[in-house]
């Protein structure tokens, strides 16, 4: 069983900027995609970006693109989630998944939590206008 740990969230500033991390963990095979989740207060769970590991592609929901960069550092199997230009609808507990499916499902849903099979406890990021 895959273990997540992330880490970085906080208050901020709107404009300001906070980096996440994800130590992941306790795998034999190395998953094949990792994302980030966020989840608002009476909000549904999105998708917010995702990497295939192996090809290092990314996705990134139109909501964060140009602003939120992810990353993997595969020597200390961390998972990284750069967060510039914050807004306060940014405003979530973020949260760190790891998935096994093949690249062509992963293609299609990478922002759907049903396809990711291991999660983090989450780490919380408030944006104050």
């Known amino acids: 069983q895959v273990q997540l740990v992330e880490s970085g969230g906080g208050s901020v500033q709107a404009g300001g900027s906070l980096r996440l991390s994800c130590a992941v963990s306790?795998?034999?095979?190395?998953?094949?995609?990792l994302g980030w989740f966020r989840q608002g207060p009476g909000k549904e769970r999105e998708g917010v970006a995702s990497?295939?590991?192996?090809?290092?592609?990314?996705y990134y929901a139109d909501s964060v693109k140009g602003r939120f960069t992810i990353s993997q550092d595969n020597a200390k199997n961390t998972l990284f989630l750069q967060m510039n230009s914050l807004k306060p609808e940014d405003t979530a507990m973020y949260y760190c998944?790891?998935?096994?499916?093949?690249?062509?499902?992963?293609?299609?849903?990478?922002?759907?939590?049903?396809?990711?099979?291991?999660w983090g406890q989450g780490t919380q990021v408030t944006v104050s206008s």
């Open positions: 990497v295939y590991t192996g090809a290092g592609s990314t």
């Open positions: 998944a790891a998935g096994d499916v093949p690249r062509s499902i992963w293609t299609v849903y990478w922002a759907s939590h049903e396809w990711y099979n291991s």
């Open positions: 306790g795998y034999t095979y190395s998953p094949r995609c």
